[in-house]
């Protein structure tokens, strides 16, 4: 009897201790991306001519990441869920781990979800348009803001810190995803004290067609952003292996008087004549008054292709081309402050950025 007791004993602290182990995952992504970018406008504080330019085969590491996550019964009706996720680069450039979504929340079957911590804003939660990979796997930045030129694209979603989103339980079986966040200070860090919110809903009957929107204030950018998504997968009305996306944003800037706007299309189609699952895909960005300033525009094109060798390794292949008009360059003017630090100077003028490249990944 004493034997049965101990062995029914030990068999529930191992299940206790199961429940409570977390999930170890990531993904090392690594491509060698040929680069060639260009910059020719003029420096801002005297109008002097500035030109930069870069072509050279760069090994780069794409959002590598490792995490664990987990969650834990606390009542019948509340788990306790956790994770914690970061960003490496498996190329050795810059290999500090860095917090990615990073947080400690409660999961309730009947108020839904809440997550504290680091968290992706609430834009994301209704971008399933960005096909885009490696090098190109984005919306962009908006503006330069090293010596480095950058490709760029309207405003996107960020990780914010100290925040907390709450996800909606579904009620009745209704195709609506809704979450809400506050974050208690700015992204961009100029008033670290700025409280902002957002807000965004997606619907999907399972049906082949999605479309979301999301609105949020003073999170990505001081000021207000909102979105809406719409994509279509053709496969559940014809015999066509298509994914079609659209978004569309508006960001207005605080202390600007043009609104930023953008919209993005694109397209992945499955291949049927391949030993194991490939893709090919397609993606157009178009951006207008990039970071609230007028005449300043990009268009991005991106087409590339993926080849499953494994549901877990993938090969990668892409080509992209972004070309921006009167946008913001910081440029090194090789000249030394008191302290013997390089003094950057602001530009304007037009960038191109060209990257062709192939890469691995491996998820785990």
Known sequence: MKKLLLATAVAALSVSAANAAPTIYGKAFVAADYIDVDFDGRAVADNSKVNYGEDQVEINSHASRLGFKGSEAMTANTDVIYQLEYGTSVTGDNATFTNRDTFLGLNNKQFGEFRAGKNQSTLARIDNVVVNQGYWDNLGQTENES???????????????????????????????????????????????????????????????????????????????????????????????????????????????????????????????????????????????????????????????????KDNIIAHAYAGLNKADNVNYRYNTNIKDIYNDDIMADARGDAEVLVVGTGLEYKF
């Not at 979105?227 to 207005?252: E, I, N, S, W």
């Open 147 to 309: 010596e480095t030129v950058a490709a760029l694209n309207m405003a996107d979603s960020n990780r914010l810190a100290s925040s907390i989103i709450w996800t909606a339980p579904k009620y009745n079986g209704l195709p609506l995803q809704l979450s809400a966040m506050y974050s208690s200070n700015d992204v961009d860090g100029d008033n670290s004290d700025d409280a902002g919110f957002g807000v965004a809903m997606m619907f999907d009957q399972g049906t082949g067609f999605t479309a979301g929107v999301a609105y949020d204030k003073d999170q990505n950018i001081n000021g207000d952003i909102i979105r809406g998504t719409a994509t279509v997968d053709l496969a559940k009305f014809m015999a066509a292996p298509v994914m079609l996306g659209a978004l569309y944003q508006v960001a207005d800037y605080n202390g600007s008087s043009d609104k930023e706007k953008g919209f993005v299309i694109s397209g992945e189609m499955g291949l049927t004549n391949f030993a194991r699952p490939a893709s090919v895909y397609a993606q157009y960005n178009n951006t207008t008054n990039l970071n609230g300033f007028d005449n300043s525009d990009s268009d991005q094109i991106v087409v590339g292709g993926k080849y499953f060798y």
